[in-house]
């Protein structure tokens, strides 16, 4: 059975959202068991059998608009269909699935307070400091003090370790930023990416951010974690506007 991480934010009815966790599929090796990621090196045919147990599971409206993440700042539409290179997709049309695949990097999803558009985003260190929170903010078309934020499973602050010159570009960008950095030794420093992109959004004015509990790197029977692992699969978040009752 699919395992899955609800989020506990106050979206409007009609939103429906979630992220998986690493069980429920069939996937085999250090992909075991419910990896969504078709780029990773695993079986095809156990990916796409993960991702119909996924539509299947949550009763999706489609197939989850799949990206071809680049930890960059581009974001598509979900009507502009399957592997776009970008590393956020909105979407206002009921029925469109938004996902990102993820494995340590933050996975940040965004709703209006009407219901009636939402987005999820790709948010690696290089993507946050690229941009990726705010272009994502600037393509909803509600202002940002009506957004939503949650923030999902990623590389927790007392794992995600790196060096002097990912802090760097942080505070170029924000001395602010320095509060989310704490040193770890021999010229090292351990990042929180909740908090930086905290400080991302609140600075789009976007002040409704839940979620940030969690720790890929450390919640080893739950969660994919690249920097743990290396060879490991990827888990989704998903956000969609439920269709009517009644609709195709």
């Known amino acids: 059975m699919i395992s899955l991480l609800r989020p506990e934010w106050p979206a409007p009815n009609g939103v ?16 075991a068991s419910l990896n969504l990621a078709a780029h990773v090196g695993d079986d095809p045919v156990a990916v796409g059998e993960n991702r119909r147990r996924l539509v299947e599971a949550l009763k999706l409206p489609a197939m989850p608009r799949w990206l071809q993440q680049v930890h960059g700042c581009e974001v598509v539409e979900a009507s502009d269909g399957p592997g776009c290179a970008a590393d956020a997709v909105v979407s206002g049309r009921p029925g469109e699935v ?16 009407d219901g009636s558009e939402v987005g999820a985003v790709h948010a690696g260190w290089r993507g946050l400091a690229a941009g990726v929170v705010e272009a994502a903010v600037g393509r909803m078309q509600a202002p940002p003090e009506r957004l939503l934020a949650w923030l999902g499973p990623a590389i ?38 909740y908090r930086l992109a905290r400080q991302r959004l609140a600075s789009l004015g976007v002040a409704a951010v839940y979620g940030g509990t969690h720790c890929s790197f450390s919640e080893g029977a739950r969660f994919y974690s690249y920097r743990r692992d290396g060879v490991t699969g990827r888990m989704a978040s998903l956000i969609w506007i439920e269709p009517e009752k009644g609709s195709e």
Do not use: I
Request: aromatic share 8%; net charge negative.
């Open 16 to 31: 429906a959202a979630c992220c998986t966790t690493r069980t429920g599929g069939v996937s085999q090796g250090p992909y």
């Open 98 to 113: 938004c996902a990102v695949l993820t494995a340590d990097c933050l996975p940040l999803l965004l709703c209006d307070r």
């Open 156 to 193: 927790g602050p007392e794992a995600f370790e790196v060096g002097e010159e990912v802090r760097g570009v942080f505070l170029e960008h924000d001395r602010a930023a320095a509060q989310a950095f704490r040193r770890s030794g021999g010229g090292r420093w351990l990042a929180d990416l």
